[in-house]
């Protein structure tokens, strides 16, 4: 299976459980690997013929700025939802990561998968 992937998307949301997090927006940071078969698009050179990361960076990035949660893992969630639904992606890995939410930690967060990963 090809993959694509973006690597520490920085998008400022509000995000978390306390009433203080809920006044103010936070950077979470996202990490996205998408299956795609990327063998006709490397035959043609043709953007249309691929998973077109761009597109799926700004539809992930309005999503999240505009998005309030308590949980990352709902926001995890929601993300992947929207890469398999919106860009017909078999298999998804999103990472979540909120940094500076624990005192002596660089960053905490989640990682999930959906869907069926090929061989």
Same mark, same amino acid.
């Given at each position: 299976?090809?993959? !694509? ?7 400022? @949301? #509000? #995000?978390? $459980?306390?009433?203080?997090? =809920?006044? $103010? =927006?936070?950077t979470?940071? !996202? ?6 078969? $990327?063998?006709? +698009? ?7 013929? @691929?998973? *077109?990361?761009?597109?799926? %960076? ?6 999240? +700025? /505009? ?6 893992? @709902?926001?995890a ?12 992606? %078999? ?5 979540? *990561?909120?940094? &500076?939410? #624990?005192? &002596?930690?660089? /960053?905490? &967060?989640?990682? #999930?998968?959906? &869907?069926e990963? %090929?061989?």
């Amino acid at each position: 299976m090809d993959k !694509i992937f973006l690597s520490e998307l920085k998008i400022d @949301t #509000i #995000i978390g $459980i306390w009433e203080w997090e =809920r006044r $103010i =927006r936070q950077t979470v940071v !996202i990490d996205l690997e998408m299956s795609a078969d $990327i063998a006709k +698009a490397a035959a043609t050179d043709e953007v249309v013929d @691929t998973l *077109n990361y761009k597109l799926v %960076a700004k539809r992930i990035q309005e999503f999240v +700025a /505009d998005s309030s949660f308590q949980l990352v893992e @709902t926001l995890a969630e929601r993300i992947a939802a929207i890469i398999r639904e919106e860009f017909d992606v %078999a298999w998804v890995k999103v990472r979540v *990561n909120k940094p &500076g939410a #624990i005192r &002596g930690s660089k /960053d905490v &967060g989640v990682l #999930i998968e959906r &869907g069926e990963q %090929a061989d």
